[in-house]
């Protein structure tokens, strides 16, 4: 199954402290779930922006209109789990004249599917709950479908009643092998049904606009969606606090909510517990507050009881991505906390004792995020943080102890200001473009280094992962077409599009309708090189083992992501070219003896396993049999590097952790690619390149 984002896109994702109000929920009648007359004002808005404004040339035709369609039913049912076959074909043939109904702002096909789709649910639940008062049979062979969306909707209610009975049937497996008993196994899955029904019912008439105008954008790309007045209000507040919370960005995926990414300097990641694609199923308040379960409940549900007070704590039931649909789970406790431009500033350190490279060191500066303390700047203040000053400093501090070579560090990073990525090439090639940025109309514009002179002209690598997106690719980009300096890692996310967010009542002045607003890919990046970092992302010229199982990652993995394509080169001059084929001969030897980068690649084999699962088994003893080969085959390699380092491995799920022999252990993990991008660096020194230039010129 390719992912998708969220349909109910929380912008509000990083569980922040709020001091908004909330009414208590109340269930809506199904007779105010009909359009009102400033929702079809809004959709003949977006219809008319999105076709002249969208960054992809959009036309509401009728192949369009069959696309939104089936989108919407996808988002609403993705496992095909409430709409028979024959809804779908009422639904169709209902909509036999979509385009001309969306073009003239016309709602009532999305909003009958919604009031149909609402009833189903409550059919669903009902057969559900009376499934609880059953026993259930796991000496059988048999499996369920946890992914169901490339399977036909089901024919009848009796296809429908037996995917259900292996529904529930897993749900109550899955906590069964986490060693709950039978009543809290009972009375769990009890309270999540009735709370998928419960929250369904709370969906009120703007809720299932925005749920259809997302399947609407969605259909065009993964980065446009339409925020209604309600989440455009909760945006407003947000982006007015500090980042207080957890630190996390979070997504709806099916019915689990899935961290998206961490925020460096946040809790979340500092814990080293919480990862891209764990799914957080449960959540409690305090150091003794019962735990809540949380699976099928809506993203901001979710999300608001994440959000608290700075000092307070929460604690979250992760499922790890690495354990499948198995029972493990791990309980974190994080203390909310401010995310300070100071937790995410780059730091650095020094690799010395080469193996390959006696005598030789090399300096580390790991970038988690390009920031730019914009407020500062506009007070006036001269010595405002951002990315591009504090590496200087540190390219300054590193030479001053006699480095031989620079690693940049962009595992990780999501990115951030384009304005710093551009000045942050800067400190290492000498005036000339950095990325070209298209827009919907075809202008073309040129983000430039003018800043004559380098900050450091030495043996330079980048190293990046799957994680490294937006402005982290276009800085790793232009070092690769300069040929500044390595690119070292997995292939990175491929974000190569920009998006705006459009106010809609400025294009219906005077009205006192609020139309919401609309997040709009705009334009393009495009390397100097002419082509684009959509899509494909930036290739490294050295690729690490893990690279070889991330074939469904980043841009990749989402439904509509935009095509790679290229445009002319800038003008621009080259600097040197590495010599990076004997140097992945060198690693590749190093790296086939290393217990760390097998365990790097055993992880991502894993993943890439667990992903590409579609069904599980319903009996126990085969399900306890898979999650023990998958957790023995997660440790052994772990714990055979960690020995082979003299480290003591810690169990990370154990009631008593010594964190610092747990900090050790995260920290020889995190060390393993950077420690071979030095040795690679090392080769490189010792080949000769750049012998003859100075290792730093610096510059005020």
């Known amino acids: 199954m390719r992912q998708r984002l969220s349909l109910f896109p929380l912008v509000v994702a990083l569980c922040l402290i709020s001091t908004t109000v909330f009414a208590t929920p109340h269930t809506i009648p199904l007779s105010e779930l009909f359009p009102d007359p400033g929702q079809t004002k809004a959709a003949i808005v977006i219809n008319k922006v999105l076709e002249?404004?969208?960054?992809?040339?959009?036309?509401?035709?009728?192949?369009?209109?069959?696309?939104?369609?089936?989108r919407y039913l996808d988002d609403l049912d993705p496992n095909r789990a409430f709409f028979q076959a024959r809804d779908v074909a009422r639904f169709e043939n209902g909509a036999r004249h979509f385009d001309e109904n969306l073009r003239r702002g016309e709602l009532d096909v999305p909003f009958?599917?919604?009031?149909?789709?609402?009833?189903?649910?409550?059919?669903?639940?009902?057969?559900?709950?009376?499934?609880?008062?059953?026993?259930?049979?796991?000496?059988?062979?048999?499996?369920?479908?946890?992914?169901?969306?490339?399977?036909?909707?089901?024919?009848?209610?009796?296809?429908?009643?037996?995917?259900?009975?292996?529904?529930?049937?897993?749900?109550?497996?899955?906590?069964?092998?986490?060693?709950?008993?039978?009543?809290?196994i009972r009375d769990r899955l009890r309270k999540r049904y009735e709370g998928l029904a419960r929250r369904i019912h709370q969906f009120n008439g703007g809720d299932v606009f925005q749920a259809f105008m997302n399947a609407y954008t969605g259909t065009i790309e993964p980065h446009t969606s339409y925020m209604s007045p309600s989440t455009s209000e909760n945006f407003d507040i947000s982006m007015k606090l500090s980042l207080e919370g957890i630190g996390a960005v979070l997504r709806a995926d099916n019915e689990y909510t899935v961290v998206q990414s961490t925020v460096p300097g946040g809790p979340a990641r500092d814990s080293g517990q919480v990862h891209t694609g764990d799914q957080i199923v449960g959540v409690a308040q305090g150091l003794d507050g019962s735990m809540e379960d949380v699976v099928g409940w809506r993203l901001e549900d979710v999300v608001e009881k994440i959000r608290g007070p700075k000092g307070s704590v929460v604690r979250l039931q992760i499922m790890p991505k690495s354990s499948g649909s198995t029972a493990h789970t791990r309980e974190v406790s994080l203390v909310r906390n401010e995310i300070k431009l100071e937790d995410q500033a780059a730091k650095s350190y020094v690799v010395d004792k080469l193996s390959n490279g006696p005598g030789l060191k090399v300096g580390v500066i790991e970038i988690p995020a390009f920031y730019r303390d914009f407020e500062a700047e506009s007070a006036g203040r001269s010595n405002f943080r951002s990315t591009t000053r504090d590496v200087r400093?540190?390219?300054?501090?590193?030479?001053?102890?006699?480095?031989n070579g620079i690693v940049i560090d962009l595992r990780g990073n999501g990115g951030g200001s384009l304005a710093e990525a551009?000045?942050?090439?800067?400190?290492?090639?000498?005036?000339?473009?950095?990325?070209?940025?298209?827009?919907?109309?075809?202008?073309?514009?040129?983000?430039?280094?003018?800043?004559?002179?380098?900050?450091?002209?030495?043996?330079?690598?980048?190293?990046?992962?799957?994680?490294?997106?937006?402005?982290?690719?276009?800085?790793?980009?232009?070092i690769q077409d300069y040929g500044r300096g390595l690119i070292i890692g997995e292939p990175t996310f491929?974000?190569?599009?920009?998006?705006?967010?459009?106010?809609?009542?400025?294009?219906?002045p005077g009205d006192h309708d609020d139309l919401g607003r609309l997040r709009l890919t705009?334009?393009?990046?495009?390397?100097?090189?002419?082509?684009?970092t959509q899509l494909r992302g930036v290739e490294p010229d050295i690729r690490f083992p893990t690279a070889e199982y991330m074939t469904k990652h980043g841009e990749r993995s989402l439904d509509n992501a935009l095509p790679w394509t290229r445009i002319d080169p800038a003008r621009f001059k080259k600097v040197g070219a590495v010599p990076f084929d004997r140097l992945g001969r060198l690693s590749a030897d190093r790296i086939a003896s290393n217990f760390g980068f097998k365990m790097l690649a055993e992880r991502s084999k894993l993943?890439?396993?667990?992903?590409?699962?579609?069904?599980?088994?319903?009996?126990?003893?085969?399900?306890?049999?898979?999650?023990?080969?998958?957790?023995?085959?997660?440790?052994?390699?772990?714990?055979?590097?960690?020995?082979?380092?003299?480290?003591?491995?810690?169990?990370?799920?154990?009631?008593q952790i010594d964190e610092d022999a747990l900090d050790a252990q995260r920290d020889a993990i995190s060390r393993i690619e950077v420690d071979e991008a030095?040795?690679?660096?090392?080769?490189?020194i010792q080949l000769g390149r750049g012998s003859n230039a100075p290792r730093a010129v610096m510059r005020n």
């Open 52 to 70: 002249r404004y969208h960054y992809r040339k959009v036309t509401l035709d009728s192949a369009f209109a069959k696309d939104v369609l089936a």
């Open 112 to 184: 009958d599917i919604f009031r149909v789709y609402r009833m189903r649910v409550d059919e669903r639940v009902a057969y559900a709950l009376k499934l609880l008062d059953q026993k259930f049979d796991f000496s059988r062979s048999e499996t369920y479908a946890f992914d169901s969306s490339e399977t036909p909707w089901a024919k009848d209610g009796a296809e429908l009643d037996d995917r259900w009975r292996r529904r529930v049937k897993n749900d109550y497996l899955t906590l069964k092998l986490a060693d709950k008993s039978d009543s809290d």
């Open 393 to 403: 400093a540190l390219i300054k501090k590193l030479t001053s102890e006699g480095v």
């Open 422 to 478: 551009t000045s942050l090439t800067g400190l290492f090639i000498d005036l000339g473009p950095v990325v070209q940025v298209k827009d919907a109309f075809g202008k073309v514009e040129v983000e430039a280094d003018r800043d004559p002179g380098v900050a450091y002209a030495g043996p330079l690598a980048v190293l990046v992962d799957r994680e490294s997106a937006s402005a982290s690719e276009i800085f790793a980009a232009a």
């Open 494 to 508: 491929g974000k190569g599009t920009v998006q705006t967010l459009i106010d809609l009542n400025r294009y219906v």
């Open 522 to 532: 705009m334009a393009e990046f495009f390397r100097v090189s002419g082509g684009s």
């Open 607 to 655: 993943m890439r396993d667990v992903e590409e699962q579609k069904s599980l088994s319903l009996r126990e003893t085969d399900r306890r049999a898979e999650d023990d080969a998958r957790e023995r085959r997660f440790k052994d390699d772990q714990d055979r590097f960690l020995r082979s380092k003299g480290i003591t491995p810690v169990d990370e799920d154990a009631d």
């Open 678 to 684: 030095a040795r690679i660096l090392a080769d490189e």
